[in-house]
């Protein structure tokens, strides 16, 4: 336990993990204003997208008692949760997590902007391919460890491809 405590001492210092929800509001505005001034309201869409798929990482740490910080955004795509390590299992259900909140956001999106959730599904079914740093690498990688959270994870990466399918072909049957 004192190796753990070694490890994790930096990460704690930062505050709460590092970052609160105020700096979750200020990089999603700065990553927002961005995107929609490049790519109008697809670009909008897609932080949409990307805001529900780092929240889906952030409750699943939440549920599983995982320590983990709010999202923070980057300027041009992407965002991250930073999180203590935790067993594979549990990691491959984090991972699995956030492609399915944001698949889930894109159907919400679908009416609205279906360029937009079109994008995001492509962005969520990217994020499976299993290449690390890739949430599809963690996934594959808490196979290897058979439990309730394992299997959890396969079947939430399974349901999302039918999510993001039916955005797709949405768009492409207009």
Same mark, same amino acid.
């Given at each position: 336990m004192p190796g753990i405590a070694r490890l994790a001492g930096p990460i704690l210092k930062m $505050?709460?993990?590092?970052?609160?929800?105020?700096k979750t509001l200020k990089t999603l505005g700065i990553s927002a204003a961005l995107h929609w001034g490049i790519w $109008? %309201? *697809?670009?909008?869409? *897609?932080? +949409?997208? &990307?805001?529900?798929? @780092?929240?889906?990482?952030y409750v699943a740490c939440r549920l599983l008692g995982v320590p983990a910080s709010a999202p923070v955004f980057l300027p041009l795509g992407g965002?991250? *949760? @930073?999180?203590?390590? %935790? %067993?594979?299992? /549990? @990691?491959?259900? &984090?991972? #699995?997590? $956030?492609?399915? /909140?944001? #698949?889930?956001?894109g159907l919400l999106l679908l009416p609205i902007?279906?360029?937009?959730?079109?994008?995001?599904?492509?962005?969520?079914?990217?994020?499976? &391919?299993p290449?690390?740093?890739?949430?599809? /690498?963690? *996934?594959?990688?808490?196979?290897?460890?058979?439990?309730l959270h394992s299997l959890s994870a396969l079947g939430l990466a399974a349901l999302t491809v039918p999510l993001c399918a039916v955005?797709?072909? #949405?768009? +492409?049957?207009?």
């Open positions: $505050g709460k993990m590092g970052w609160g929800w105020g $109008g %309201t *697809v670009g909008l869409a *897609v932080v +949409v997208g &990307i805001f529900f798929h @780092e929240l889906g990482h965002a991250f *949760v @930073e999180h203590l390590p %935790t %067993t594979p299992d /549990s @990691e491959a259900l &984090i991972a #699995a997590a $956030g492609p399915f /909140s944001g #698949a889930l956001a902007v279906p360029h937009g959730a079109a994008w995001n599904a492509i962005l969520q079914l990217a994020n499976l &391919i290449i690390p740093p890739l949430d599809g /690498s963690k *996934v594959l990688r808490g196979l290897r460890y058979p439990s955005q797709i072909l #949405a768009l +492409v049957h207009r």
